[in-house]
């Protein structure tokens, strides 16, 4: 069967398939395979600075700064409101921290740097978590553990398979050492926009959902917090997120190809 035809079989069987546009051309997927891997490229420039004694802002320059000499553009600046070139999200903050020239990182932080880059119109997006000197036990099993969360669940990439069964290897792995995931902040499609279809939920059941096939290009980034999963946005910048109980979050992001044999990973 080509892939019209197994899309159709699947349909008549009444699996949640992906639309026509979920599926991204040849040409599309060159332009995203360049913005991802730019965007790599960005996070490795933030590698080199990130340690105690700098700010939040001081990433931000940097991100900024080297992604417009790679030729491309930050995604988030701009976006819907939102005032910084990159998320920096520290210790209790899940996702979505504004940089800030106030916040300094200090020995046992932990922190998210979330860069998207724009290059010739295709959308990047990754994100790496990085322990500042030396953090606590709990804490570093957070960051180690919520990388293997999303390492795992690229098993389950491939046609055919479910985005269910993605949640289900995340939130099993997570809940095995004792930790909780976000459950409604999920991943997305991206590559031609910054967030597309299908939301990829970092929870779920396996076999269910929305099935996999070729040319499928989205974002897994999985956040997950030592404590509950509950969630509360900043009032004052409408933004940040944080836990609501205090504990520690943590979160990796990949932009995800789904290949005839499985996947490749286009933004890490
Ligand atoms: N990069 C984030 C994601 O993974 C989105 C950040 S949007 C912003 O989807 F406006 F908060 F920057
Ligand atoms: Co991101
Ligand atoms: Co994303």
């Known amino acids: 069967m080509n892939l019209e035809e197994k899309l159709q079989y699947y349909r008549k069987r009444k699996k949640i398939v992906p639309s026509r546009n979920m599926i991204k051309t040849a040409a ?11 965007n790599g490229q960005v996070l490795d420039a933030v590698d080199q600075i990130i340690k105690p004694g700098i700010s939040t802002e001081e990433i931000n320059r940097v991100v900024h700064e080297t992604t417009i000499r790679l030729g491309g553009t930050p995604a988030t600046l701009g976006f819907e409101g939102y005032p910084k070139s990159v998320c920096t999200s520290v210790n209790d903050v899940i996702c979505h921290g504004i940089p800030s020239e106030d916040q300094i990182l200090m020995e046992g932080d932990i922190i998210n740097v979330d860069a998207t880059t724009i290059v010739d119109g295709y959308y990047g997006d990754a994100s790496r978590m990085y322990c500042i000197g030396q953090v606590s036990e709990q804490a570093e099993k957070l960051v180690r ?8 669940s690229l098993k389950e990439v491939k046609p055919e398979s479910f985005l269910g069964n993605i949640g289900a290897v995340i939130q099993a792995h997570a809940r095995a050492n004792g930790f909780s995931v976000v459950a409604d902040i999920c991943g997305h499609g ?3 926009g910054f967030h597309e279809k299908p939301y990829v939920c970092h929870v779920g059941k396996r076999n269910t959902g929305m099935m996999l096939f070729p040319g499928m290009i989205f974002t897994i980034e999985p956040m997950i917090n030592a404590g509950r999963q509950d969630w509360f946005v900043d009032e004052d910048d409408g933004w940040t997120i944080y836990t609501d109980d205090g504990s520690l979050s943590a979160q990796w992001e990949y932009t995800i190809l789904v290949t005839e044999t499985g996947y490749e990973i286009l933004s890490k």
């Open 28 to 38: 599309q997927i060159e332009g995203i395979r360049k913005a991802g891997q730019i």
């Open 145 to 152: 553990v919520t990388k293997e969360c999303l390492d795992l």
């Open 190 to 192: 991206v590559g031609v």
